[in-house]
């Protein structure tokens, strides 16, 4: 009786170390393809050129060139497609003065789209032998004394509130003022300007001839624009020279002549 009760004993211990032998080289099999698996796929994620980043395209960029956005971005050919940091390279394009937004997107595998909107200059600001390019935000553009855009009209008789590239001089009241009053005008109107000319609160336009016009609101040398074109027109085939033009006061232009 105790034989048969140790020997039933002993095979139920044998079963369970049997059992548990057999689950163990399962699990550990299961680790090991698992751990396999795992080395697989980082392989294929990093190691291959499956995920490499390919083609780098650019859209909406019109003064600053491609070679300059990918550098900024900190993109790179080849590098990993899947470790590219979007967040990084928005923040560091969006530095750029010239950018009013930026926007980083996944085109395909190993392809990025950076598609930019570029800040639109308006004015130039003749200050202390420098001019400022300004966009309509009053964001400074640009700096230089030289090679100047010559299709923006030039405004004088203010000072910089702020000097440094990326800076907005929005807090100036005079200088606003002036950004939306062209803001307001099709760049048409402005062909013949060449200075616009702050003396006080009064805006003093002067035309590619010399000749100075106080135009009054936007709304009145709209209106009164083909007028001033007919009146100008009149004017240099009689062979009279204009001293100033006065379009301050509704539906009229009143013109001083140069007398003798």
């Known amino acids: 009786m105790f034989g048969y009760d140790f020997s039933i004993k002993k095979w139920s211990g044998f079963k369970k170390a049997l059992r548990f032998s057999r689950n163990f080289f399962v699990i550990a099999f299961t680790c090991a393809l698992l751990s396999l698996a795992i080395w697989e796929f980082k392989y294929l994620i990093y190691e291959t050129s499956y995920f ?24 790179k050919l080849s590098e990993n497609f899947l470790k590219l940091d979007y967040a990084s390279a928005e923040k560091a394009l969006s530095l750029h ?50 090679n100047v855009r010559v299709d923006l009209p030039i405004l004088t008789g203010c000072q910089m509130p702020v000097k440094t590239v990326g800076s907005s001089i929005k807090a100036d009241a005079k200088i606003k003022s002036v950004i939306n009053w062209v803001i307001n005008l099709e760049p048409s109107y402005l062909t013949n300007i ?56 509704n539906n009229e232009v009143v013109v001083k002549p140069i007398t003798n």
């Open 194 to 249: 060449s200075e616009i000319s702050l003396s006080g609160s009064e805006l003093l336009l002067i035309t590619n001839d010399g000749i100075k016009i106080f135009p009054g609101s936007t709304v009145n040398f709209k209106n009164n624009f083909e007028l001033l074109n007919v009146v100008f027109n009149k004017f240099r085939k009689d062979g009279i020279q204009i001293s100033y033009v006065d379009m301050r006061f």
């Open 52 to 75: 490499e980043l390919k083609k780098i395209s650019i859209e909406g960029n019109v003064t600053v060139n491609k070679e300059t956005i990918i550098k900024l971005s900190n993109f």
């Open 97 to 146: 003065p010239k950018f009013k937004s930026v926007a980083v997107s996944t085109e395909g595998i190993g392809e990025v789209l950076i598609k930019v909107t570029e800040r639109e200059g308006i004015l130039l600001v003749l200050s202390d032998l420098n001019f400022y390019e300004l966009d309509s935000e009053g964001y400074i553009l640009s700096v230089n004394n030289k």
